[in-house]
């Protein structure tokens, strides 16, 4: 392997990739990312509202090769619509970024609501998102992958999956299962399809988005909250990750660098999952 050979493989030019939950933090910077490094990127959300900030970010060039969709991850006909737009715009589909996700305050147990009061809706709700969320997509786009004998998806899951974290038991329980799928539909596509199609995911471990803002900062001071720093305590690199610390496994589990990788669940942590503690 020389240089040229590495880069090349990073070099996404006349690749479609299709990323859902785009215009949320991790996915905003990850679509970013893929531009970037020259994909053509359908930003697949349910408000398209901020994707258009997203598309200045990009510059001219970049937005050139942007493609806003509407879409709802839990609606099977809106992903197959939106499906239908990206090809006719791109001509193809070679990738999936299952990003859209999350956890709510009304499925956290705490002080105010014990795990026994839980509403079963919201319970629902991280449910669906997280799983069948990811699921719904993987049909509609896996199945283009599975005509044309090739792709790549990638899904995100957490650091909740390996060992769940307190208070937060259907969110660890929805990336459970989104481990599981990934290595279901590892199998699946490459048994029954092609070994061309791969399906992976990374799992981050603490990033401040807003899915875990109201958890990690006390709205009052604007400082950490015990459970935020007893995540700093617990991560030997002492810090949050920035969404750009994902970029370097996502480019990788996209690219044809990981041509032998599939059904892992690659941690992005800073060292948490390896730490005892003690
Ligand atoms: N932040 C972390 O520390 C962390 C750690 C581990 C894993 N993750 C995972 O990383 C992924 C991205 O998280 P994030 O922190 O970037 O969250 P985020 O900023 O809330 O982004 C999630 C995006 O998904 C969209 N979305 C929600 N429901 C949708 C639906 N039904 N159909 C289509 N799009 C939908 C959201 O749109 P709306 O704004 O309209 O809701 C939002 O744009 C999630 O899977 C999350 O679970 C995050």
Redesign the pocket.
């Known amino acids: 392997m020389d240089l040229a050979t590495l880069t090349r493989q990073y070099d996404f030019t006349g690749r479609t990739i299709v990323i859902?939950?785009a215009?949320?933090?991790?996915?905003g910077e990850m679509s970013c990312a893929l531009i970037g490094c020259g994909a053509n990127v359908a930003l697949?959300?349910?408000?398209l509202e901020?994707g258009r900030a997203l598309l200045e970010r990009m510059g001219p060039d970049g937005a050139s090769r942007a493609f806003l969709v509407a879409?709802?991850?839990?609606d099977r006909q809106s992903l197959e619509q939106a499906c239908e737009a990206i090809r006719g715009r791109f001509g193809r589909i070679d990738m999936l970024l299952n990003?859209?996700?999350?956890?709510k305050p009304d499925a956290t147990a705490g002080p105010d609501r014990s795990f026994f009061d839980l509403p079963t809706e919201a319970l629902r709700w991280v449910f669906d998102?997280?799983i069948l969320?990811t699921i719904l997509p993987s049909q509609v786009f896996g199945r283009v992958m599975a005509e044309q004998r090739e792709g790549v998806i990638l899904n995100?899951?957490?650091?909740n999956a390996f060992r769940p974290l307190t208070r937060i038991a259907a969110y660890s329980a929805a990336?459970a299962g989104v481990n599981n799928f990934t290595q279901w539909l590892a199998v699946h596509m490459a048994q029954q399809y092609s070994p061309r199609i791969r399906v992976n995911a990374i799992?981050?471990?603490?990033?401040?988005?807003?899915?875990?803002e109201f958890l990690l900062v006390d709205k009052q001071t604007g400082g950490m909250t015990p459970r935020g720093q007893s995540i700093l305590a617990h991560t030997p690199m002492g810090r949050f990750g920035s969404p750009e610390d994902l970029m370097g496994a996502v480019l990788w589990l996209l690219s044809p660098a990981s041509a032998f990788v599939t059904g892992t669940v690659v941690p992005i942590d800073g060292g948490f999952a390896a730490f005892s503690g003690v």
């Open positions: 859902t939950g215009t949320g933090i991790l996915g697949l959300d349910r408000n901020p879409a709802d991850v839990l990003g859209a996700g999350g956890n998102l997280n969320g995100v899951s957490s650091m990336k799992a981050p471990g603490f990033f401040l988005t807003r899915q875990n």
